[in-house]
């Protein structure tokens, strides 16, 4: 006999679970692994540094949206690219015209500890942000070469 209440106790922990895991940045996915969770599949070819350590992070970033974050890290090296499936009106500093590098699609700032590179992709839509930190900083050049290397879906 099928009984509501014994089949619904773990179809409710499977979904608080899912939330979670989904849910939770500290938890590190592969970094082939967010095409099979969420609507964000994401392909860089080049990274300015030979990383030793990579893998990706989930948080949803409201209805029907996510936040995937790509680590490449090498010792005090981190190259973070963040992708989100929406693009939104986000207030943050580099969006000024100000920042935004002649001829390109790209908005570049240095900050106190990192460089941080950012772009809409229209076609995708897609909010792309690529932060580098390390004591040294490098050319924005390069991190516009990684923003030109990445393969978004």
């Known amino acids: 006999m099928f009984s509501y209440e014994k089949e619904s106790i773990p ?11 989904i849910d939770v940045p500290f938890f590190h996915y592969p970094i082939s692994t967010p095409k099979y969770l969420v609507n964000v599949d994401t392909k860089v070819n080049y990274i300015p540094f030979k990383d030793t350590k990579k893998y990706a992070t989930i948080k949803r970033c409201g209805n029907n949206c996510s936040e995937v974050k790509y680590h490449y890290k090498k010792d005090n090296l981190h190259l973070s690219i963040l992708v989100t499936d929406k693009v939104s009106a986000s207030s943050d500093s580099i969006w000024g015209e100000s ?17 941080l590179l950012a772009w809409i992709d229209k076609k995708n839509e897609k909010e792309i942000f690529i932060t580098y930190k390390d004591n040294k900083k490098i ?15």
Not at 99 to 115: G, L, P, S, V
């Open 139 to 153: 050319n924005r050049n390069e991190l516009v070469k990684v923003a030109n290397s990445l393969s978004i879906k």
């Open 99 to 115: 920042r935004k590098i002649a001829n390109t699609k790209f908005f570049y700032e240095k900050r106190k500890e990192e460089q």
């Open 11 to 21: 179809i409710v922990l499977l979904g608080i679970l899912s939330i979670l895991v």
